[in-house]
């Protein structure tokens, strides 16, 4: 078998790289979107958080960690995956096209003062632009975590909205950076509403 330790420290070594060099960037916009999300959740509110491919499975996650919680036992916050349903998820690709996927649901199920996450960590599909559009439509907040070379979000982002964008120059360091960002805003949103638990 061959030796492959060089290429996982280099590689572990770029992703903790990645991080130290991101805090800067990011601390800021990761601070409003959790008190964007925490006004929602007061304010009787839900998230619904949306993606393509792995992306979808970030905001499953996203998701996951806001109803089930990740560390304390406290209640279930309202948060909906919408990659989660296969069958809508196919009914409305066939019926109304892809770049309907995220928009229709929006449509459907957003409500004022609730917030919508979109997670992008490529290049930012039609139908992300069209989910923001349908949320703005439905006066739902967005925050959106995205890699810092696109900007096809920023035309569309209001003020009150937030952009998360990750300075990684791979895709798979986007990710990871998407990963800790999503522990962060679930822990910044379990401190506000459920106390500081962990002593931190």
């Not at 509110?45 to 919680?69: E, R």
């Not at 798979?172 to 822990?187: A, D, G, M, N, Q």
Request: aromatic share 4%; proline share 3%; glycine share 6%.
């Amino acid at each position: 078998m061959d030796d492959n330790y060089g290429f996982i420290a280099d590689t572990v070594q770029e992703t903790i790289s990645a991080l130290a060099m991101a805090i800067d960037d990011l601390a800021d916009p990761i601070q409003r979107a959790a008190a964007s999300l925490v006004a929602t959740l007061l304010q009787e509110g839900k998230i619904m958080a949306c993606g393509n491919g792995v992306d979808a499975s970030l905001s499953q996650l996203f998701c996951t960690a806001l109803l089930a919680g990740i560390e304390q036992d406290r209640p279930a916050l309202p948060a909906l995956a919408l990659a989660a349903d296969s069958a809508s998820l196919t009914g409305i690709a066939s019926e109304r096209g892809i770049d309907e996927l995220w928009a229709c649901q929006i449509r459907a199920l957003g409500q004022p003062g609730d917030t919508l996450v979109c997670f992008s960590s490529a290049t930012v599909a039609g139908n992300l632009l069209r989910a923001v559009e349908a949320a703005q439509e439905r006066d739902v907040t967005v925050v959106v975590l995205s890699n810092a070379a696109e900007t096809a979000f920023n035309a569309l982002l209001r003020s009150t909205d937030v952009s998360i964008q990750c300075p990684a120059a791979r895709r798979p360091r986007v990710i990871e950076l998407h990963t800790v960002v999503i522990h962060l805003l679930c822990e910044l949103i379990d401190r506000s509403l459920f106390g500081n638990y962990n002593g931190n």
